[in-house]
């Protein structure tokens, strides 16, 4: 299993560009997650998913769009990208359980908005 | 607001002794807690939970302690490694999907 996975890995944009970043997992997860980590605060929650064709709003939703078309992959859309969303982004996933939450992360997107 | 906070944002340990990691939280409804380690360049990756209805909860070489009346746990690494070296973070999860993140704590091993 490759878990989950993130393209691209580095991404550089001018402000105001586009771009979409890709979450895919194969561990049937049915949540699934975005979010930022900047320096010196933690991780935090973009949108999230519950199951496919459900997307909600995190604590930090502004500026950003998601979609969850298939199970297996979650997208996370900047429409017009300014300096302030320069940041590590990281996708994760989490199984259906009334028990742990534990969520497995993928290897993170840097992307730099100048 | 909710905060969740660690006291401190580096340790420097010897190889071989062991190492405490602290974290507090403000929310007494908060219910579930993970710490996650970060090595450069990853993703977090679990290590070990626990849950509001223990106190105490141990995996290889890792132990979680969870004090409810001051909202505080903390994460105890017996024999420090070299490899342990990395960022840990603790998450609080306080109900539905709301789980807020520490801003993490840098551990230094020396060898």
């Known amino acids: 299993n490759a878990g989950v996975t993130q393209t691209p890995k580095f991404r550089v944009l001018k402000t105001g560009q586009s771009m979409t970043l890709l979450c895919a997992q194969d561990m049937n997860h049915e949540y699934m997650y975005w979010y930022r980590q900047d320096p010196g605060m933690g991780l935090r929650l973009i949108h999230y998913?519950?199951?496919?064709?459900?997307?909600a709003k995190g604590e930090v939703p502004d500026g950003y769009n998601v979609s969850r078309l298939k199970k297996q992959n979650f997208l996370l859309g900047l429409e017009s990208a300014a300096p302030s969303q320069t940041s590590v982004y990281f996708c994760a996933s989490s199984y259906v359980t009334s028990g742990s939450d534990e969520q497995y992360f993928g290897p993170g997107t840097r992307l730099t908005v100048t | 607001g909710e905060s969740v906070g660690l006291h401190l944002p580096t340790l420097s340990v010897q190889e071989g002794d062991n190492s405490i990691i602290n974290c507090a939280y403000s929310n007494s409804a908060s219910d579930y807690f993970i710490w996650y380690k970060q090595e450069s360049g990853k993703g977090p990756q679990f290590i070990i939970d626990?849950?509001?209805?223990?106190d105490k909860r141990q995996g290889q070489r890792v132990t979680v302690l969870l004090n409810k009346t001051v909202k505080h746990l903390s994460l105890q690494i017996a024999a420090t490694q070299p490899g342990d070296s990395a960022v840990y973070f603790c998450a609080v999860h306080t109900g539905g999907f709301k789980t807020i993140f520490g801003a993490g704590t840098r551990l230094f091993v020396k060898a």
């Open positions: 626990i849950r509001s209805n223990m």
């Open positions: 998913s519950v199951g496919e064709g459900t997307t």
